[in-house]
């Protein structure tokens, strides 16, 4: 079994800045993080590959620094690690990262057949959670998101079944196999590199791919030209200038601190009993 991890190493969300004039964010002198959400993702590969064995691959889109945050992962167990970049690449949007992901994708499987994909739900410092379903749409690949188990997989079969975290309550799904994985937060603890691993990761020469290594022959699909996405304004959401309140009541009891709270609202607002009376 081939299993690709996509990665993004991202800012850390505490220190990130905007630039003033093209709205996008400014990495230089931010320290830099595995996307969290990724490592969810990972986490769930290599306990796949410790029951049913095979291949861990691990692929990110960045600039040459993001190496750092490959050899991460191989600390953390996964087997080889390609980094895609090229200044070709820079000022990409989601359109046109997942399909400079899924182009470096198709490449990695001339190699070996890639039986699953999986990326994290989202980055943390875009939020969209897309590049995940636009890679599985340009590679044709059933599509699993917000995944918080995973149940059961038959490789003779190629089937897999997982548990789906939905709006009103949890879905079982089956599907086959080739498919994309998107895994829900807080679905498992990432495990502690070992030293074994850690000093591979040392040692371990990351590939390196370009634009024309990942497959890409149209660069008005990459970077800047093939990103629509237009940002007309980033800006932080104004702080509450208005302190919360503090309500005393005679006990702890919750219907004292019920009636003393509903007093509160129809006094702030005397309007507040005439319009419930009418509806």
């Given at each position: 079994m081939h299993i690709v991890v996509c990665?993004?190493?991202v800012p850390d969300s505490a220190q990130i800045r905007v630039h003033p004039v093209t709205n996008t964010i400014m990495r230089q002198g931010v320290p830099a993080i595995v996307n969290p959400y990724d490592l969810f993702s990972l986490e769930a590969a290599l306990r796949l590959k410790d029951v049913h064995g095979g291949?861990?691959?691990v692929i990110s889109m960045g600039p040459p620094q993001a190496e750092i945050a490959l050899k991460k992962c191989i600390a953390y167990g996964a087997d080889e690690a390609i980094l895609v970049t090229d200044r070709a690449f820079a000022g990409a949007d989601t359109l046109a990262t997942s399909f400079a992901l899924a182009q470096a994708i198709r490449q990695i499987e001339k190699d070996m057949k890639v039986d699953m994909v999986f990326a994290g739900k989202q980055t943390i410092d875009g939020d969209t959670a897309q590049v995940g379903p636009g890679i599985a749409k340009r590679l044709n690949l059933q599509l699993l998101t917000y995944v918080a188990q995973i149940d059961a997989i038959d490789l003779e079969k190629n089937t897999i079944q997982v548990r789906r975290r939905a709006e009103n309550g949890v879905q079982v799904l089956q599907t086959r196999l080739p498919?994309?994985?998107?895994?829900l937060e807080g679905s498992n603890d990432m495990r502690y590199a070992t030293m074994e691993n850690m000093f591979r990761a040392a040692r371990y020469a990351t590939?390196?791919?370009n634009k024309d290594a990942a497959g890409i022959?149209?660069?008005?699909?990459i970077g800047l030209k093939g990103s629509p996405t237009l940002v007309s304004k980033v800006f932080a959401p104004k702080p509450l200038a208005r302190r919360a309140d503090i309500i005393d009541t005679e006990s702890n009891?919750?219907?004292?601190?019920?009636?003393t709270l509903v007093n509160k609202l129809f006094t702030q607002h005397p309007k507040l009993h005439d319009?419930?009376?009418?509806?």
């Open positions: 990665i993004k190493q291949r861990i691959t498919c994309l994985i998107t895994m590939k390196i791919w022959e149209d660069v008005n699909k009891d919750p219907r004292d601190i019920a009636l319009s419930l009376r009418s509806h």
